[in-house]
Each structure stands twice: as structure tokens, then as C-alpha cells.
């Protein structure tokens, strides 16, 4: 009874202070969104990889792999078999049915052990319709619906699918991948006989992957979710300083409370224990209100990133999300452990202040002023930090470590430098209003500062990341126009036709280049190997990065490939560099291509030198150099001669509009990550003004005592609130540009393999200043209008009452 | 100089409404040094609020060389304040994110009167000449009374106004202080009405009025 009654008192400040309860509340509710919404995509996202590893690569079971990424000979499987082990082989790769590029695994269901649950096919009849010819696709319905028209063979729709992908018999991939007699890798029962003969005598070039090792498509997708994670952190850490702000206040506000509770007999450690129940409450409210709206948050952003992984990817993410439960109760988790880790300099002040000490509201938030000198200290060592990681690390979490260290180490900096500058101004003014105002907003900086900090990374994070996406949209762009060189792009659907439409093209057409590709293993990594024709479209447009200068002539005659820049990168190649290409084929590398968009290695050859090596290339894709003019009726033609699909011929503008959209569209929940973070900060602004609100008027009351109207006061407040808002903007340029800078030259190139050439977009910048004036605008409107409405018996009673 | 004719005053309590003033009349001669004593609750501050122009009378006038200050709208106030008044609280005087020196000069610059000399001659008779480039958060209360003396003085006001100035230090300080504040009005020729509970301050102004129950007996 007596700790309800205690309870009760220390409630009481929140019935009076509604709008102080609804910023700790929304600070906290937003930070938890944010974070467990960008956990729940990580989540979903991260559960379809390991079904995509169960469902297609049978990751569940031990397979055997070449450890040089060569294919497997058959040989080897029958070899195995023989020998009494329960074995199963399989073999993948990309096969295009018309204009659906599918990735084919080849099965052999009657060896496929039971536990992979891979393909129900029912009955014996089935099994028979699997594996006889014509064949059957098993698929997902979604990919039904695409192939409808692409393929004679029989589709099987399985719920159990995943897109972009289909199961067939290994004899029919096989033929389809011109890969007779190999495999990718060959599948192990988890039980076998005793006393057989061990694996390595029976194929020693073969190496075991143990079960759940880590997917290539995870491995791949690691950077985008780290870079989810980063954000969603950044965002939560915007929000604490909300929490943090808040509770501060609080506590300082009801010391009078404490020090009466303490006086009438409920002890410190029953005071402690009470606003510690308070705040588990308000954590696991606000966390519960953090969670729904992050679920929400995740529904609107997953479509997004599922296009964004599949178009960086090709990670197959279904667009819904499921609510699992390791996302919203980390969520409630992250909600607890930050109100807690926010309110501990509270709760020891609380054990530390003397029982009889007066309330001093005014001096909250001064604290760090005893320790600025240790935040620039901290400050420095996190920017030279960041410089040294950038100068001698290497890796993707040395370029998220260069990026945490320049935020935060510049975050801290900020108030000294914004307090230099007012010190500065405030000097050069002699007039005593211009001065006072410098003077009070330095005075504001204490109270001001953490929220400035989250308002500097906001900013900062849009700059840098609006600048990277938009550097990287205008080389795409660029870059697709010298890539889609041809005017019109046809796909033939079988052999034949392509046979007749060559043919066909051949009188009336500039000049036709076909697009052929054959799946290969170099260096242990799956890639492609182009053919291109020896054509000036190539040697005129084709966007190199580094090249020998008769780059094009070794390509032709086949001595030399050009690799794109990923490879390149990744596996530290050099001009001169010898290749080691399937079939015994050794050729130099002599140039470097960028090829933005695709995860994986690529090589180009000349056409000659492929299809003399892989007779078996799929012919059924050309690009067409015709006049711009010719395009609609050649079109037209083509599609009134062989009756092709209207997605079996595409022209130049169709294609690069696509290829944007895709573009736009993979960056769409960076841009909505961006504005969240800004809103949060907006909010962070929002909650300290009004904070600072409460305790104005002895700072003010002297001042319009002397002769100044309210109304200029109030003017002033806005101006100074604009004026922190654009120092903190002006601030965030040069630091987002660092931001965008590291992301360009450090983070992409690890993650994706490629760097990009930055550009500066003023105009952006604009925007984003306009969208932060706009917030501050509306940040400073309630305490603005508490502080018009303030009455002069209230501005008297300053200089009449202890405050 | 100064007319106050049938001042009424009345504030919203819980209770109800509380007429505080109830029909004041005073005058003040050019230079005059008076004491306003009175109960507390006796409508003293309230008073001199008003006189200050920082409140508003519910009826009656103030008649200051000549003009109605009660009949001035927000800005006709403030720029009255800013010019013609000098106020002296008990407590929070001073400007918190000024120092000492720009405290001082704050008013003047103001009032458009900004005088260095004149301000260095008030820091050394003030005896603040050390703390110039303190806060006032840094500074005891005795000091800050100095500043805020010092700072009313520096705009060379026609009226000081001060509030309990030595309320909140004790008798040694508390005399000094007014001994500062008397001298330093006299070579500026202000007229001071000086609102105080001590009986021993009063018989050292001019002369002394009485407040009782919102009237001036």
C-alpha cells in the first residue's frame, strides 16, 4: 500500500506534464519501430535464404563439391553408387525459356534421399512424367505464371517453390545446359551402410560441404543486411537521445518528489526499485506501440527490398512478412535494455545527490559541459580512428567501422564547434540584443546538444546516402547508354528459329550481334563467359575501366577476355593476368569492364574463340544495329514474321527505361529509411525545444523585463532555432559528403565489388534543407506558442518564486 | 514627476478574485529616495510592477513626466522599460548567458546609452572590477546585486525601481549594497522607489510609504 501510494506521487508528474510523457513515449515507440521494423525484414529475408538452402541446394544434408568449383565428371556419382553409397547428384545452373532466365536444378529423384522433402511427386506417374521426356518444370506458381508461353515442356506448380527457380530431371539439364556427363555436386544420405569404402579413396578430388554452411546467397546479401542493421540502428540511436533527454528532465523535475517520498519514510532503495517499474512500463508500452508500427514499417519496406535483393542479388524474398517471434521480442528487448541504458545516469544521480538537495532543472542537461573536454578527446581519437581504419583495414566491417567512427566521432564535435562559432559571433556583434542572442543560443547548446547530434546524423546520412544513390544512378545511367548500344534486342525461343532469324536479319539489319553465355566455375566462383562479335559497336561503346591498348584485337582472335570490374576486384587481378577457364582454356586478361547491378564475376570473349571452346552455347538472343528510324517497323516485322512474343523483342529505350525503373525501385527503401531517420530526429528537436520550453522564462523574464516585447522574444526564439538548424545543416554537408565519399570508395566496393565516381547534387541538397526547415518550423511551433502566450503575471513571477 | 491616481489591481485565485490594489495614489518628486514598506501580501510588488510598466493597472493612472504609462500598448511598454526605468529584483536580475561585463552594459545598449567610462566607473565603485568575465551562475548573491546595480545605473534610468535588493543577504552586504545603490542614484539624480520589509533600510531614504490592505495610508 504504502509503494502504491508512492507510485501514485511519482505518476502524478505525467499527469501534469502530458506532452513530456508523450515525447518519451514517441521517441522511445519510434526508435523500437524503426529497429525491429528493419529486424523483421532481416528476418523474413534471412528465413527464405535458409528455405531457399533447404528447399534447392538440399543445404540440410552434406553434399560433395569440387573445391575448385570445376564440375563434377558423372563418373564420379556412378563411381559412388557402386561402391553402396546413398548418393544423389545434382546439377544447376541458369537456363533461359524465351525471354525467363530460370535457375535449373537437375534432380534425380528415385537416389534423392527422403529427408530433403525436394519434390512431391506423388505417384508413379508422376515420377515417370519427371523423368521421360518431354519432362516437367516443378516451379513456384509465380513462376508458372511467367513461363506461360516460354516452354513446351509440362509445369508442375508447388507451393513449396521458390521463385526463380524450377526442379527437372538431371538428364533434361543436362541437354538443356549442354553439360552432358557433369555435375555441380552430388548430394549425401544422412544414412549409410556400415563399412563402406571411405569417400576420399573413392573421389579424392571431391571435398564434403558439411550441412548449413553458409549460402552463396547469403554471403552475398550480408553487406545489404548489415547495411539494414545500420540503419536501423542509427535511427534507434536518434531515438534514445529522446529517451535520454526526457528522462534526464524528469528526474531532475521530481527531485522535490523524491526528496519528500524520502523524507516521509520510503527508503532509496524502494525509490529506486519503484522508477525503475516505471520505466520497465513505459518501455514495454512504448515497445508494444514500437512494434506494431515497425511491423508495419516492415510491410510497407519488404516489397521494396525484395526487389532490391533480387535485383542486386537475384535473392528470391517473398514480398509478405510473418510475424516471427525473434523480431518482435528482440524488438520489446531492445525497448527495455534502451530506456535502462538511457535512464542510468539518472538513476545513480538519484543514489548519489544528498537527501535534502534542491531541485536544479536549470542546470540539467549542463552535465556534459564538465566533460566536453573528454568529448572532443572522444571525438578526435574516433575521427583519427575512422582515418587509420580507412588508411589499413580492410574488409566490409572496416568500411561500416571508418563510417561509425566519422559519424559519431563527428557528432561529438558538434557542440564545440557550434559553441565556437556562437562565441565567435556573439564577439564580432555589439549591438546588445545581437549579442544576447548569440550568447543565449550558445547558453541553449547544453540542452539542445543531443538532439542536434541525432538532427547532424540524420542529416549527414541523407546527404551521404542521397549522394551515393544519386552518383550512382547518373553513372547507371550513363553506363547503360554505352551497354545498350544496339537499337532493338530479339530473342529467338528454340534453335531453329534463331537459325532462320539470322538468316532473315542478315539483309536488313546494320549488323547483328548475338548475345551468347555459357554458366562456368573460374576460380571456384559460378560466372558467365560472353561471347561478343568483333564489332565497332563493342569498340566504340563497350564502358572499360583499365585495358591493353588493342584490347578489342586481343579479344577477337581469343588470346585475351575482358573481366568485369566485381572479379576484377574482388579476386585482384591485373592486366596480363592468365585466366583459367573450363575446357583448358588459358587466355590473358586485357581489359576491365564496369558492369553495375550484377553480383557475380563475368567474363567476355570474342565469339570465335567461345563458341569454339563450348559448342553447346545457347544461340537464341541477338542485338540489332539498326537506324533509330527503323525500330517500330523492324519490331513490327519480326513480330508478323515468327510470331514472337511481344517480350522477345525489346527495343533499346523499352530496356533502359526497365532497367531504371528496376534501379529506382532498389533504392526506394533507402530513401524511406532516410525520411524515417529524419523524422525521428525531427522529433528529437521537437521533445528538446519543448523541454527547453519549460524552463525559458528565467532566461527570458530579465530580458523583457529590460524592455523587450514578447513578441520579439518570440521572434528571436524561432530565429535562433533556425539558426541551429542551419549550422547543424551547414555541419552535415561536408560530413554526408565524407559519408558518401566512404560508400562510393570504401563500403560498395566491398559489398558490391564496384566504385563509382562521385558527383555533387546541389540541388538535393536544396531539398533536404527545405524538408529540415520545414521540420524545424514545426519542431519550434508549440513551444513557441506556449512562450506567445506566456502572460506577464508568469514572466513576474521569475523574479518572485524559487524556480 | 511621477502620479499614481486611484491605481486598483486585482488578480484570479483559486479562491477567487483577489483585489490587491485598491485605490492607490502616490507622488514622487524628481530624486526622491523612497521607501515603500508594507505586510507582505500588502500589494508592495505589485505595485512597483506596475509602476514598472510590466503589468497592467485594472483602472487608475500612472502618470510619469507627464504620460499615462498604464494606457501604453505592449511595444509603448517595452520601449518605456528600455529608457525611462531601472529595475533591481531580489533574485534573478541578471541576463544568465551574459558576463559580468556584457550585463552591465546590456541595459545601456538598450536604452541607447551605452557609456564605457560611465560603466568603468560603476565596476570599480562597485567593486566588481574581477568578476567581469564571470556568469552570473558563477557569482554569489551579493555579487549579482552589485551587477544588477550597476547594470540599472549604467542606463542612467530617470526611475529605479528595486524590489527587496537587499532581501537576500545578510545585514553587513544588505548595507552595503544600498549604501552603493543610494549613493550611486544620487550622482545620477534618479528617483528611487525602493521596496523593503526592514525598518532600518527606510530610515536611511528620503521618505517612507505605507501599504496597507491595497492602500497607501
Known amino acids: 500500500m504504502k509503494m502504491w501510494t508512492a507510485a501514485t506521487a511519482l505518476l502524478s508528474h505525467w499527469r501534469r506534464r502530458p506532452l513530456q510523457l508523450g515525447a518519451l513515449l514517441s521517441g522511445l ?108 518444370l516443378f516451379v513456384s506458381p509465380r513462376t508458372a505464371e511467367k513461363m506461360r508461353g516460354q516452354t513446351d515442356l509440362a509445369l508442375r506448380v508447388s507451393d513449396r517453390m521458390l521463385d526463380g527457380a524450377a526442379f527437372i530431371d538431371i538428364g533434361l539439364a543436362q541437354k538443356l545446359l549442354r553439360r552432358e556427363g557433369e555435375l555441380s555436386r552430388i548430394v549425401i544420405a544422412e544414412n549409410q551402410r556400415s563399412g563402406l569404402e571411405p569417400l576420399e579413396k573413392l573421389v579424392p578430388t571431391l571435398s564434403v560441404r558439411e550441412p548449413n554452411a553458409e549460402t552463396d546467397v547469403e554471403h552475398l546479401t550480408e553487406s545489404f543486411h548489415l547495411n539494414l542493421t545500420a540503419f536501423g540502428f542509427l535511427a534507434f540511436a536518434v531515438g534514445l537521445f529522446i529517451v535520454y533527454a526526457t528522462i534526464g528532465l524528469a528526474f531532475e523535475q521530481r527531485r522535490p518528489t523524491f526528496r519528500t517520498l524520502r523524507c516521509l519514510g520510503v527508503s532509496l532503495s524502494a525509490l529506486a526499485v519503484l522508477l525503475l517499474a516505471e520505466l520497465v512500463l513505459f518501455a514495454i508500452a512504448a515497445g508494444a506501440v514500437g512494434v506494431a508500427i515497425g511491423y508495419l514499417v516492415a510491410s510497407l519496406l519488404l516489397p521494396g527490398v525484395a526487389a532490391t535483393l533480387e535485383g542486386l542479388y537475384g535473392a528470391s524474398v517473398p514480398g509478405t512478412l510473418s510475424l516471427r517471434p525473434e523480431w518482435w521480442v528482440s524488438g520489446f528487448a531492445i525497448a527495455v535494455a534502451g530506456t535502462l541504458v538511457s535512464s542510468v545516469q539518472s538513476l545513480l544521480r538519484l543514489t548519489r545527490v544528498p537527501l535534502l538537495a534542491a531541485a536544479q532543472p536549470q542546470t540539467w542537461g549542463r552535465s556534459w559541459q564538465a566533460g566536453r573536454r573528454f568529448q572532443v578527446l572522444a571525438a578526435a581519437a574516433l575521427l583519427a580512428l575512422s582515418g587509420a581504419l580507412l588508411l589499413w583495414a580492410e574488409g566490409l566491417e572496416a568500411g561500416f567501422g571508418v563510417l561509425g567512427c566519422l559519424l559519431l566521432g563527428a557528432s561529438l564535435l558538434l557542440p564545440t564547434v557550434l559553441s565556437g562559432f556562437f562565441t565567435v559571433m556573439q564577439r564580432a556583434s555589439s549591438r546588445a540584443l545581437v549579442t544576447w542572442f548569440w550568447a543565449d543560443a550558445r547558453q541553449q547548446l547544453p540542452g539542445l546538444s543531443l538532439a542536434l547530434m541525432a538532427l547532424l546524423l540524420a542529416l549527414a546520412a541523407n546527404v551521404g ?86 584490347v578489342w584485337d586481343q579479344v577477337a582472335s581469343g588470346q585475351g577476355v575482358l573481366v568485369n570490374e566485381q572479379f576484377w576486384r574482388r579476386d585482384r587481378l591485373r592486366i596480363g593476368d592468365q585466366l583459367d577457364l573450363p575446357g583448358d582454356w588459358k587466355p590473358a586478361v586485357v581489359g576491365v569492364y564496369s558492369d553495375y547491378g550484377n553480383p557475380k564475376g563475368q567474363v567476355i570473349a570474342g565469339i570465335n574463340a567461345l563458341t569454339s571452346r563450348y559448342p553447346q552455347v545457347s544461340r537464341l538472343r541477338y542485338g540489332l544495329r539498326i537506324q533509330p528510324d527503323q525500330v517500330a517497323d523492324l519490331r513490327s516485322r519480326l513480330t508478323d514474321e515468327f510470331g514472337l512474343p511481344p517480350g522477345n523483342v525489346v527495343d533499346q529505350a523499352a530496356l533502359k527505361e526497365q532497367s531504371r525503373r528496376i534501379f529506382d525501385r532498389t533504392f526506394l527503401v533507402t530513401g524511406a529509411l532516410n525520411i524515417f531517420t529524419l523524422g525521428v530526429a525531427a522529433l528529437a528537436m521537437f521533445s528538446s525545444l519543448l523541454t527547453l520550453s519549460e524552463m525559458r522564462l528565467p532566461q527570458l523574464a530579465p530580458v523583457w523585463a529590460l524592455g523587450v516585447t514578447r513578441r520579439d522574444l518570440a521572434l528571436l526564439e524561432v530565429l535562433r532555432t533556425l539558426v541551429l538548424w542551419l549550422a547543424t545543416f551547414i555541419a552535415a554537408l561536408p560530413l554526408g559528403l565524407a559519408l558518401a565519399w566512404v560508400l562510393l570508395a570504401v563500403v560498395n566496393v566491398e559489398a558490391f565489388g564496384w566504385r563509382l565516381p562521385m558527383y555533387i547534387f546541389p540541388y538535393e541538397w536544396l531539398r533536404l534543407g527545405l524538408v529540415a526547415l520545414g521540420a524545424a518550423v514545426v519542431s519550434v511551433f508549440i513551444p513557441l506558442r506556449r512562450l506567445a502566450r506566456v502572460t506577464p503575471s508568469e514572466l513576474l513571477k521569475v523574479f518572485a518564486n524559487e524556480r | 514627476m511621477i502620479a499614481l491616481r486611484n491605481l486598483r489591481k486585482s488578480y484570479e485565485t483559486a479562491e477567487g478574485r483577489l483585489e490587491v490594489l485598491r485605490g492607490v495614489n502616490l507622488d514622487l518628486g524628481a530624486g526622491d529616495r523612497v521607501a515603500l514598506m508594507g505586510e507582505s501580501g500588502s500589494g508592495k510588488s505589485t505595485l512597483l510592477h ?90 554569489s548573491i551579493g555579487q549579482q546585486q552589485r551587477v544588477a546595480i550597476g547594470r540599472t545605473l549604467a542606463a542612467r534610468p530617470g526611475l529605479v525601481l528595486a524590489d527587496e535588493p537587499t532581501g537576500n543577504l545578510d545585514e553587513a552586504n544588505g548595507d552595503a549594497v544600498l549604501e552603493l545603490m543610494l549613493s550611486l542614484s544620487k550622482g545620477t539624480g534618479s528617483t528611487l522607489l525602493l521596496v523593503t520589509h526592514s525598518q532600518r533600510l527606510a530610515d536611511r531614504l528620503d521618505r517612507q510609504v505605507h501599504l496597507r490592505s491595497g492602500k497607501i495610508e
Open chain 2, 50 to 139: 506596475l509602476v514598472a510598466g510590466l503589468d497592467r493597472t485594472d483602472s487608475g493612472e500612472i502618470t510619469i513626466g507627464g504620460r499615462d504609462i498604464s494606457k501604453l500598448n505592449d511595444r509603448e511598454r517595452a520601449a518605456y522599460r528600455r529608457t525611462k526605468v531601472g529595475l533591481v529584483f531580489q533574485q534573478f536580475n541578471l541576463v544568465p548567458s551574459l558576463d559580468v561585463a556584457a550585463n552591465i552594459a546590456f541595459h545601456a545598449k538598450l536604452a541607447g546609452r551605452h557609456d564605457p567610462p560611465w560603466e568603468n566607473e560603476l565596476v570599480a565603485r562597485l567593486g566588481i572590477g574581477t568578476l567581469l568575465t564571470r556568469y552570473p551562475e558563477q557569482l
Open chain 1, 465 to 550: 546516402v542521397g549522394t551515393m544513390v544519386s552518383s550512382f544512378r547518373l553513372t547507371f545511367v550513363g553506363w547503360l547508354d554505352q551497354r545498350l548500344a544496339a537499337e532493338l534486342y530479339v530473342a529467338a525461343r528454340n534453335e531453329g528459329e534463331a537459325d532462320r532469324l539470322r538468316t532473315w536479319l542478315a539483309t536488313k539489319v546494320e549488323s547483328v550481334l548475338p548475345i551468347l553465355s555459357v554458366d562456368a566455375e573460374i576460380r571456384g566462383q559460378p560466372m558467365q563467359i560472353f561471347g561478343v562479335a568483333d564489332d565497332p559497336t563493342y569498340r566504340m561503346h563497350w564502358p572499360l575501366i583499365v585495358g591493353m591498348p588493342d
Open chain 1, 29 to 136: 515507440a519510434l526508435a523500437t519501430a524503426l529497429w525491429s521494423g528493419v529486424q523483421a525484414i532481416n528476418a523474413e529475408a534471412r528465413a527464405s535464404y535458409t528455405r531457399a538452402a533447404v528447399v534447392l541446394d538440399q543445404n540440410g544434408l552434406a553434399n560433395l563439391v569440387s573445391p575448385n568449383g570445376s564440375a563434377i565428371p558423372q563418373s564420379a556419382f556412378v563411381r559412388l553408387r557402386r561402391a553402396g553409397w546413398s548418393v544423389s547428384p545434382v546439377l544447376e545452373g541458369d537456363y533461359r525459356f524465351g525471354v525467363t532466365r530460370l535457375r535449373v536444378i537437375g534432380i534425380e529423384p528415385l537416389t534423392m534421399p527422403a529427408e530433403t522433402n525436394t519434390v512431391d511427386l506423388g505417384n508413379a506417374g508422376d515420377v515417370l512424367s519427371f523423368i521421360t521426356p518431354p519432362g516437367m
